[in-house]
């Protein structure tokens, strides 16, 4: 299916047109008839002779329900703009024309209507026609005549059409979804079932999605779907989509919330924009409407000069870099602007001149993204997170390294961090020689300190990736030169006759007089353990990191299950040393409590 959305002047025959092409009835309200005027968005289809499906959205042309009619383009990928032979070109032929160039609909067609009551003027308003839209992505539309009351120029106009669909880029199935609610209602056995415009992504029964709205932020299910009034299990892009849902009442649902996929869309409230068309930014409005899909929302514009501003939104929208925005005054019935975001996520603008700063780092910025320039201002950042943005990464970027399994990293900004490391851990290892190494977490912290600093979401493995690049090995949490061991110093003779001991009887823990005795506290003990020399049990026991396998090799052989009195017995020694060793294996997995008295060997 392809989706065609109607445009221009209030009773030039755009609902007439469509009724022509589908034999539907596209005004839904009894009012509508009444009045012969449209006053919400209208919905028909009909079968190209090609057998490609064409779903009509048709809007209302008065200049009082502008709203309506954004709502109905905004989501459209072909636009049908119709103008009336017997009165021309009007005021609101104009608007539409520039919401059309304002949204980037770059695909469509004019429909010149009532030829059969103005023949002779016909030259003249199709270059009239003409005349209006040089400059615009309708330039070069192919321009038709017809009536609609005596047929005339109809079967023309069906072959364009067919023309048109068949020329149009095939949409992306494969996308995160993105579904701009029209209409929400309920059905009775059936629930909650809103209405839209599918354009990218596809939809499939049980698919679990997050509706992102004006009252509401939720997840929710897909109960059942219906396109053109017949049920499917799966609907593909371009396509008029019902999608009943779970979980989520209409009276919550709103024209303007969207369905989306979960985790794939940044939802925001702040963002920097290019000016496309229209009035110059920095001219003294600031509070505007913002169109977008079918959302309307209030925003404040932060002017940085006639061609840059940012946009603080009134509640949060799923937008992406390279989207289209039209923006008009609230009491207007014109386009002010046309706007394409060029950063979702923009950096905080707290110093004097930042605006003046910002415009120009905006000026030459491709309405595509700037990856080098994204990476840069962060120093990292995950890919995945510029995807969501709704940027296309190359296999390579100038200045940019990927490292740990998908962050971005800024190629200098790599540079000071790799060399931080290095001479962070020389310094601390210079200052305390016991040290095993510096714990990552410090390591963290200290690349913090940095501008631009480590991101808070880098794990281990950033900052691994960083020791790494420094020449540096990260064990058991601690980064540290390749074979570095804490010098124990005094404390090596008393931790070597430990060893010696253990290694003869190694369930003959010792005593704090041992300990004590051999020059061993808590410190140089800490430092043993993480050399791997000693295993500490808790309760100051103290073994070799051999000891819990050799336990298990003699447990094995009891009778299971078996008794702490048993497990003494076997491995011949005292509670004091057996009960925090069961409970070291039993932490481990090796052993398995099944009472307050007896435990078994999980095999």
Known sequence: MYVLATAGHVDHGKSTLVNALTGMEPDRWAEERKRGLTIDLGFAWATLPSGRELAFVDVPGHEKFLANMLAGVGPAPIVCLVVAADKGWQAQSSDHRDAITALGITRGLVVITRADLAPESLPATEAQVRAELRGTPLADAPVL???????????????????????????DSEARLRLWVDRAFTIKGAGTVVTGTLTAGTLR?????????????EATAVRGLQSRNSSAEVVAPSARVAVNLREVAADEIHRGDALIT???????????????????????????????????????????DGDHARLTLERPLPLQVTDRIVLRSPGSRNVFAGVVILDVDPP??????????????????????????????????????????????????????????????????????VTAARSTVKAKLAAEPLAAGVPEKALAEE???????????????LVSAIASRAGLETVKGMVRPPGHTADLGPAEAGVAELERRLAANPFAAPEADDLRELRLGVRELAVAERAGRLLRLGDGVVVSPRTPAQAMRLLAGLDQPFTTSAARKALGTTRRVVIPLLEYLDGRGWTRRIDNTSREVVR
């Open 447 to 461: 690349l913090r300190r940095f501008e631009p600093p480590l991101p808070n979401s880098g794990g281990q493995e």
């Open 145 to 171: 005549t017809v009536s609609a009351t005596t047929g005339d120029g109809l079967d023309e106009l069906v072959a364009t059409l067919d023309a048109v669909t068949a020329e149009a880029p095939a949409p």
């Open 348 to 417: 905080g603008l707290s110093r004097r001149g930042a605006g003046t700063r910002r415009a120009l780092e905006l000026t030459d910025r491709p309405e595509t993204g700037d990856i080098l320039a994204e990476v840069a201002r962060r120093g990292a950042v995950e890919r995945a997170r510029l995807v969501r943005f709704g940027l296309t990464i190359p296999d390579a970027v100038e200045g940019v390294d990927e490292i740990a399994g998908g962050w971005l990293v800024h190629r200098p900004t790599l540079e000071k961090w």
């Open 205 to 217: 029964t049980g698919d679990r999605l997050r509706l992102v709205g004006e009252t509401s932020d």
């Open 262 to 304: 979960d985790d794939a869309w940044p939802i925001v409230e702040i963002i920097d924009v290019r000016r496309t068309m229209g009035q110059l930014l920095d001219e003294g409005v600031h509070g505007l409407m913002l169109h977008i899909g079918t959302a309307a929302v209030p925003v404040h514009m932060r002017p940085f």
